[in-house]
């Protein structure tokens, strides 16, 4: 196979994110606490993977050990790959 070849399956078959958002996980006494800015349903996603975890990395260091776990997430709740490096993976 061509490189061409490949590169025009590999961009046909990419999935093209319409944002992203900052996914926030802490504990509260019991109870496991999940929440997410921008608001999907009421505010513009974040339009670059860039921005987010820019975002991301500021709002961690604004709130210290208040969240187990922020990262970025597409606009369908899935996980941005290689969060674990970037930022502050999950701790249960």
Request: aromatic share 10%; glycine share 2%.
């Amino acid at each position: 196979m061509k490189l061409k070849e490949a590169l025009k399956i590999i961009k046909e078959n990419s999935k093209k994110s319409k944002g992203y958002m900052i996914e926030l996980v802490r504990f509260n006494k019991d109870k496991l606490e999940i929440d997410c800015f921008p608001d999907k349903e009421s505010e513009e996603l974040i339009k670059t993977e860039q921005k987010a975890w820019e975002l991301a990395e500021q709002f961690a260091k604004a709130t210290g050990n208040k969240y187990s776990s922020i990262r970025v997430v597409d606009e369908n709740y899935n996980d941005i790959n290689e969060y674990k490096e970037k930022l502050k993976p999950p701790k249960y």
